[in-house]
């Protein structure tokens, strides 16, 4: 099937692949959550923790005292001024429609058209709750009427044969969600501000279009690809619930349902968290850290604050690592590797940083003091975040072991392997060495994969990701992406043949030696390569921190026959080969040489540039000329 016959059947059927593929790894992990009958008994013991009435996140714009301060703050001038020229974004069927029809290969039209609009009622109702002069109601209302007519509130390349904009049966997934908690917060903050007859459709649509269908895949526990967020262990498990739960909480009257939906929460979430490693490591890197746990967070805060503190999602014992991810996986000088779908120069959420630094006390001084203030881009996030919360303590000014001062940090269940500089030397090189297996969320088939860092420049290593397209998640068509497979990492090419996807594809740690002065890892790496004929292929990385410290890659490897051997250089430095063995890359303000060697045998280069929608890298092939049964190949990266 060709790809542009994709698109015209619509980004639904994508997703579905996607949700069925995710639903048989669901079953292999046995996953602790699974569909099973409301709990009453938990239930009435939440009832009895939640207060009389509905609430959301701060407090409703006729409570002056944090709103007036932030009026006053001069945080917020620039946005009003600009809110005086503010018009609603309109809904566009021809974007909603764009990758069904063909005129667009990817969802992002529509999509970015569908959260337009739920930002446009959240920077609304900020504009109100500053001021606090009526100007805005008119326009709040008009957008929330248009929204509450509007015939999907899902995203379009998740209608699953446009069920949603046909009203044949709603669905929950990332953008109702999002609307879903924007409605709620503008009905909490504004409050008796809105027509009642108006508030009262609007929650009348939430019931139909969000709570309903939760409820309803609850208690039929039907195999649909519809709402199957509560038993998917990645990102959209958590954003998902924050959604429900923190729109149940903020509109619902009645207190039994508002336990229903704190239950939902603290039940089913426990599977967004099966997600991250044992170690706390997240697959999907940080962006989506950010998006997905940034959600978990939400969900976290809203029922903590629901409960006075006495449902507390942060108690279980996973999360403390898990809000250690980031920290730990700092390369150096504030640089991430973009693994995964991340994009290239990724940086966590400062927000998300500051809750955790002050909540977990992890003694990252730089997010203790930064400010929250000016987001105005929703109104939930943006809301808890300025008004009181559960991070306000004094922050605890601790040494962390998962501080980025530290000289490394392993993620020693995934084997992903962070190597720093000694504070203080003149080493300005640091590495990120990659393990795992290629059936992590959001995949790319990249184990063994490393990004090498100098100064505040990533000189080579993992490319990141590239836009979606309509195919890009489908089980055929993935991983013809040179960047989603290995050919677009620095990985090895053997006997012409790229890795394999699944979680049979994994890296196992053979060996580690980590000291003040250097670094060792080695990993078996053969499995994701399990047609080539190989007998053994084992990788290495030593990282060196005397001088301006060297990070050298080796690949051990054994054949059954004689067979062509490949490593890559992948980098979007310039690049030019000065030697038949080296070359030297030059980034900003850095420059690196790069050494190549397999003892015994000839090595050639070639060089392909890669873009694929994204920014162009070279792919630098270092193959050996004859075939051979073994041998070692050496990469070194060394500052100049």
């Known amino acids: 099937m060709k790809r542009s016959m994709i698109c015209r059947l619509g980004l639904w059927l994508t997703f579905t692949l996607v949700l069925l593929i995710t639903d048989s790894s669901l079953q292999a992990q046995g996953l602790p959550s699974a569909l099973k009958p409301l709990d009453e008994q938990r239930i009435s013991e939440i009832v009895l923790l939640l207060e009389d009435q509905p609430s959301g996140f701060g407090q409703p714009c006729t409570n002056r005292k944090v709103w007036d301060k932030l009026l006053k703050s001069g945080e917020y001038d620039l946005f009003l001024k600009n809110m005086e020229r503010f018009s609603f974004p309109a809904f566009s069927k021809a974007d909603y429609f764009s990758l069904s029809d063909g005129s667009a290969t990817s969802s992002g039209r529509g999509l970015q058209m569908m959260r337009d609009r739920a930002k446009g009622l959240s920077e609304l109702t900020w504009a109100e709750c500053l001021q606090n002069k009526g100007r805005y109601i008119r326009q709040i209302q008009e957008g929330l009427k248009d929204i509450l007519a509007q015939k999907s509130w899902v995203s379009p390349r998740n209608d699953f044969k446009f069920k949603n904009y046909n009203s044949i049966e709603y669905s929950v997934e990332l953008t109702s969600a999002l609307y879903a908690h924007t409605i709620a917060q503008t009905l909490y903050l504004l409050g008796d501000k809105l027509d009642s007859s108006l508030k009262k459709q609007a929650i009348e649509a939430l019931q139909k279009r969000v709570f309903d269908p939760v409820l309803d895949k609850i208690r039929t526990q039907n195999d649909s690809a519809e709402n199957r967020f509560l038993q998917m262990t990645n990102n959209y498990n958590h954003v998902c619930l924050s959604g429900v739960v923190g729109a149940a909480l903020a509109v619902l009257e009645d207190k039994k349902q508002r336990a229903v939906f704190t239950y939902i929460g603290e039940y089913y979430s426990k599977n967004g968290l099966e997600g991250f490693g044992d170690d706390g490591y997240c697959s999907e890197g940080v962006g989506y850290y950010n998006y997905g746990f940034g959600h978990y967070i939400l969900l976290r805060e809203n029922i903590w604050q629901a409960t006075k503190g006495k449902i507390d999602l942060f108690a279980i014992e996973k999360v403390k690592k898990i809000a250690g991810f980031i920290p730990g996986l700092e390369i150096i000088n504030g640089v991430y590797p973009a693994i995964s779908d991340s994009k290239p120069g990724v940086q966590p959420d400062a927000s998300i940083m500051r809750y955790l630094n002050r909540n977990f006390g992890l003694g990252l001084e730089k997010y203790d003091t930064v400010s929250v203030l000016g987001n105005t881009d929703d109104n939930r996030n943006d809301v808890m975040m300025v008004f009181p919360n559960s991070s306000d303590a004094k922050p605890k000014r601790i040494s962390a072991p998962s501080a980025p001062a530290a000289l490394r940090y392993f993620f020693e269940k995934t084997g992903v392997l962070i190597s720093r500089p000694t504070p203080g030397s003149i080493c300005q090189i640091g590495v990120a060495f990659k393990g795992g297996n290629n059936k992590e969320h959001h ?26 397209t309509a195919d890009i998640f489908t089980e055929k068509f993935r991983y013809t992406y040179k960047t989603i497979g290995s050919f677009g990492h620095p990985v090895p090419l053997v006997a012409g043949k790229q890795q394999q ?7 196992v740690t053979i060996g580690k030696d980590f000291t003040t002065g250097y670094d060792d890892l080695v990993l078996d790496i053969g499995s994701a ?14 990282y060196d921190r005397s001088g301006k410290g060297i990070v050298l890659v080796t690949d051990d490897f054994a054949f059954n ?27 900003g303000k850095e420059k690196m040489l790069v050494t190549f060697s397999c003892p015994g045998n000839q090595l050639s280069v070639r060089s392909e540039e890669i873009t694929e929608g994204g920014a162009v890298y070279s792919r630098i092939g270092l193959y050996t000329v004859k ?9 070194s990266y060394k500052p100049l």
């Open 529 to 542: 390569y399990p047609e080539s004929g190989l007998q053994k292929l084992h990788r290495s990385m030593h």
């Open 501 to 507: 996807a699944g979680s049979q594809s994994k890296a």
């Open 627 to 635: 075939p051979i049964i073994s041998g070692k190949l050496t990469v």
């Open 443 to 468: 995949n790319h088939n990249d184990v063994g994969s490393y990004t090498i860092v100098s100064g505040k420049e990533i000189m080579a290593g993992d490319p990141g990701s590239i836009p979606y």
């Open 561 to 587: 026959k004689a067979e062509r051997f490949e490593s890559a250089v992948i980098t979007r430095a310039n690049w030019k080969k000065t030697s038949d063995s080296s070359m030297v890359l030059s980034q």
